[in-house]
């Protein structure tokens, strides 16, 4: 089945760096998982707010600048937080920044600089990223929506 972003999505991709958007825009052709933009470009007010409840973890996230974009899983026209649906949105993002040039992060593998080299699926990335830092006595921190140009 094919996707399409909505135009809210589509609305959400302004002031993103035009690569990024790219991506975006290929994988949602790519994926079996439906997805949806909830967010893109952000201002500092937005992002101090998500800091102090805890939502991000720091002043220099990459949505202030542009690259970086916050997907959404959908089953049918449910939204979804579902971990598992995340890998497979991931999956079609690297596809996506495999054929088009671009190096893509995706925040549920952090230690993974692009996503498009890496060898596997997006699932064995993330439980690569989990184990490391369990082996280094740290927690992880999975944001599987987040996606960001590496610039």
């Known amino acids: 089945m094919?996707?399409?972003?909505?135009?809210?999505?589509?609305?959400?991709?302004?002031?993103l760096d035009p690569r990024l958007v790219a991506v975006v825009k290929l994988a949602i052709h790519k994926t079996k998982i439906d997805f949806g933009v909830i967010c893109g470009m952000r201002t500092t007010e937005e992002q101090?707010?998500?800091?102090?409840?805890?939502?991000?973890?720091?002043?220099?996230s990459k949505h202030l600048q542009g690259y970086a974009v916050d997907?959404?899983?959908?089953?049918?026209?449910?939204?979804?937080?579902?971990?598992?649906?995340?890998?497979?949105?991931?999956?079609?993002?690297?596809?996506?920044?495999?054929?088009?040039?671009?190096p893509i992060r995706w925040g549920a593998s952090w230690h993974i600089s692009n996503?498009?080299?890496?060898?596997?699926?997006?699932?064995?990335a993330m439980n690569e990223y989990i184990d490391t830092r369990r082996t280094q006595g740290r927690?992880?921190?999975?944001?599987g929506p987040h996606f960001e140009l590496m610039v």
């Open 71 to 102: 997907l959404m899983a959908y089953i049918g026209s449910r939204a979804s937080w579902e971990l598992n649906l995340y890998d497979d949105v991931a999956d079609a993002m690297a596809e996506a920044a495999r054929e088009v040039d671009v």
């Open 115 to 124: 996503i498009a080299q890496f060898q596997g699926t997006m699932e064995d």
């Open 48 to 60: 101090k707010a998500l800091v102090a409840k805890g939502a991000s973890q720091t002043m220099k």
């Open 139 to 143: 927690r992880p921190f999975i944001d």
């Open 2 to 15: 094919t996707f399409k972003l909505s135009s809210r999505s589509e609305a959400k991709l302004e002031g």
